[in-house]
């Protein structure tokens, strides 16, 4: 951190272009296959764009949560995908007691979606405070390792909690009609459910940007995460401003989970795993501990896992997802923006 | 440490004195050669109790595989599974009618029946079991220095995430690869979800009769004995060696060890080769023994499974790691089932089993929070874990656990 402190101009030696290049290199992939595919077949290219930036919202999402966690205490959050899925099952529940259906009235069903979303976050987000609580905060000055082990161990109960609830895949209600296409640009059909999920998680984005860059909170939390210590001295609550971090980071997996449910139709026991895996990578892509960076990685992996569903087969998607995230975290740990930013 | 706890440790101690260590060791040996015999005696149809111990027992050579990673080096491999899957497949390749193709449909045979008992032609390669584990522990060695070499810069969170990454891919690789891989090439590698079935049984070099399991259960325990006591012995020899100090050291302080002279890349590249082969080693066992191998046994979870067997164990103590992985492989097979009519009476309706892992999960949570050195702790992992809550004075005169630089339960005082 000492080199920020000094103006830029001064540290600042001319690049070569090969040194730009490495220091961009997942930039460069990333847009040259994507020109290849957008040259090669233009308007399929576009619907798996499509496809990819709103599915990669809900990664997004997710991804802001391993982000906030991993910024302040540095911990790999892993039961951070099942707070997601339970975030879901609680959504697709809460329609299902209040037999909601597509074929309601509008205002009904905006009123039920809305009712989803708050009480979706609000329990996720509890959980996750739970889950710090139980499971990491006893183990706060233990080996890094130590916590890693209990936050798996945190996830296979979750996800068998999850098993209990709903033993196979369960479909939720189709509320808002969500292949129904809204209107067309370029050839590529905007269907409802993308609309839909723009329209949660960018005010949410934008919101959470606010509270953690312009609220007294998110000052503590950026406190905490550059020094526990010195932010202790200063006279914040270090404990609390942890739980805040995982209130957060539940709250955004729990509209994740919501908004899932929709766009998705069905949702099983064992989404959270593959969900916070992708997620988790999208973060490492963004670089940990920026906030940016994670929304920006979700997109991107979302149009990768929908550009690798056309070009190979969805089989072979998880296995790609997964081989990225290897390569970034062997070969470019810093993720897309270069350096590490935390809680920034 | 509590009074009463500390008095039953004296007396386990002074219990342990009795005979000297060779002793205990040639006690133990002798126990689980002639176990199969006093379970017949004692219990009528022990072929169930046979059974699953012989499924213990490749648990235990992979518990004292992946101890040699998280216990002794400190490296959290949370994929180990790739390594069981990529044994059970080297098995599956050199052992069954998978490449039906190979010299013009007559087949491969090395040291293996090569006429079925009708008369014709076995199709495929048949490598002798025998030769097969070893191709098999070589081959995921291999593959764990593939991995570990460009992984060991990391720290070790990311290590873990990047391990079970790994441990995802490589089951997938296997479930698609019914047609080359990522669409290149045409072979057929794994038969998609099906598995490769039926997997050529144990046979001796020197005799052309395979053996009769899943009918006749005790040859096959006694070549399962044999492994994990081989395994056994590599393990002590290394935790013993001049590796096996370096991996501690590394584990303890890393840059401590390395000003020291260890070579840090070479140790855990070590680490990750060894403790990947025994994986293999009984992965490819396994694949024989179920007689099938099957991309739904490598799950994530299995990993879970073996990591919790060695937590539970007291990572680093390889005693305690074997303990670990007898005591949960024959919860999930006994005693679990046993537990099934619990949720009736409390009003719940589902099966104990089924959220097996779940418990597995519980176990690893609690064990970790409250004792996380494990049943049988190793003496310098308990101090690295309870570095923050011991006293100071306290580790200082603890002369026992300061000078005992070995972690052997079993040496003599």
């Known amino acids: 951190m000492e080199a920020a402190s000094v103006p830029a101009s001064l540290t600042a030696q001319r690049k070569t272009p090969l040194q730009w290049v490495w220091e961009n290199i997942l930039w460069v992939l990333f847009g040259s296959v994507l020109a290849i595919y957008l040259v090669t077949d233009f308007t399929q290219t576009l619907e798996d764009v499509k496809t990819g930036l709103s599915n990669g919202m809900i990664w997004a999402l997710i991804a802001l949560g391993y982000t906030l966690v991993y910024g302040i205490i540095e911990l790999i959050n892993f039961a951070h995908g099942e707070v997601f899925m339970i975030g879901s099952f609680i959504a697709v529940s809460l329609w299902q007691t209040l037999g909601v259906l597509g074929t309601d009235s509008p205002a009904l069903i905006a009123l039920s979606i809305l009712l989803a979303l708050i009480v979706s976050m609000l329990a996720s987000g509890s959980l996750n405070v739970m889950i710090e609580r139980v499971a990491y905060r006893p183990l706060r000055n233990a080996p890094k390792l130590a916590p890693l082990i209990t936050a798996i161990g945190m996830s296979f109960i979750l996800q068998n909690v999850g098993l209990l609830w709903r033993p196979a895949p369960d479909s939720s209600p189709d509320l808002i009609g969500s292949q129904k296409t809204l209107f067309t640009i370029l050839d590529v059909d905007i269907v409802r459910s993308d609309v839909f999920a723009v329209a949660v998680t960018v005010p949410l984005l934008i919101a959470l940007l606010w509270f953690v860059g312009r609220t007294k909170y998110g000052k503590a939390m950026r406190a905490t995460a550059q020094d526990p210590d010195a932010a202790r001295l200063m006279g914040i609550n270090v404990d609390r401003t942890i739980g805040l971090t995982f209130l957060l980071g539940g709250v955004l997996a729990g509209a994740a989970g919501m908004i899932y449910a929709i766009y998705n139709g069905t949702v099983q026991f064992n989404q959270g795993f593959t969900a916070g895996l992708i997620a988790f990578t999208a973060a490492v892509m963004g670089g940990i501990g920026n906030l940016k960076g994670a929304v920006v990685g979700g997109l991107i992996i979302g149009v990768i896992q929908s550009l690798s569903d056309t070009h190979f087969g969805q089989v072979w998607t998880p296995a790609i997802v997964f081989g990225i995230l290897i390569l970034v975290m062997v070969f470019k740990p810093s993720g897309l923006f270069g350096e590490e930013v935390r809680e920034g | ?413």
């Open chain 2, 1 to 413: 440490m509590s009074g009463a706890a500390a008095t039953l440790r004296r007396n386990g101690r002074s219990v342990q004195r009795m005979l000297p260590p060779r002793a205990w060791g040639v006690l133990a040996i002798l126990l689980a050669v002639a176990y199969p015999f006093v379970i017949e005696q004692l219990i009528s149809g022990s072929n169930d109790l046979l059974d699953a111990s012989i499924q213990t027992l490749a648990y235990v050579i992979m518990a004292l595989g992946l101890n040699i990673v998280v216990g002794f080096a400190g490296l959290l491999d949370l994929g180990y599974v790739a390594f069981f899957a990529i044994g059970a497949f080297v098995m599956g390749w050199l052992g069954s009618q998978q490449f039906p193709d190979v010299s013009g449909g007559e087949g491969f045979h090395f040291l293996t029946p090569d006429t079925s008992p009708l008369g014709g032609a076995i199709p495929g390669i048949h490598v002798n079991f025998f030769f097969v584990i070893f191709i098999a522990a070589v081959f995921t060695a291999l593959w764990g220095a593939i991995l570990g070499a460009p992984t060991l810069r990391l720290r070790g969170d990311y290590l873990a995430i990047v391990t079970l990454a790994f441990g995802e891919i490589v089951p997938r690789v296997f479930e698609n690869a019914t047609s080359g891989i990522f669409g290149i090439g045409s072979i057929d590698f794994s038969n998609g979800r099906q598995g490769i079935t039926p997997i050529d049984k144990v046979n001796f070099p020197w005799s052309d009769t395979p053996f009769h399991y899943p009918l006749e259960l005790e040859p096959i325990y006694y070549v399962g004995l044999g492994m994990v006591l081989a395994t056994l012995f590599l393990n002590i020899r290394l935790r013993d060696s001049r590796l096996g100090r370096a991996w501690i050291a590394v584990r303890e302080d890393e840059v401590a060890a390395a000003s020291m002279g260890v070579n840090l890349v070479r140790t855990k590249l070590w680490a990750y080769a060894l403790g990947a082969m025994l994986g293999g080693f009984a992965g490819a066992f396994l694949a024989t023994y179920n007689n099938t191998v099957n991309v739904d046994q490598f799950e994530f979870g299995f990993s879970v499974f073996i990591l919790c067997m060695v937590v539970l164990g007291g990572m680093g103590n390889i005693w305690g790691v074997i303990l670990g992985a007898v005591f949960l492989s024959m919860l999930n097979r006994f005693f679990l089932p046993e537990l099934n009519d619990l949720p009736d009476k409390v009003g719940l309706d589902f099966d104990v089993t089924s959220i097996n892992f779940g418990i597995f999960g519980f176990l690893l949570l609690v064990m970790m929070v409250l004792r996380p050195e494990g049943l049988l702790p190793s003496s310098r992992r308990k101090l690295e874990l309870h570095a923050d809550d011991v006293d100071a004075d306290e580790v200082w005169f603890d002369e026992a656990s300061l000078y005992d630089t070995r972690d052997d339960e079993m040496r003599p005082e």
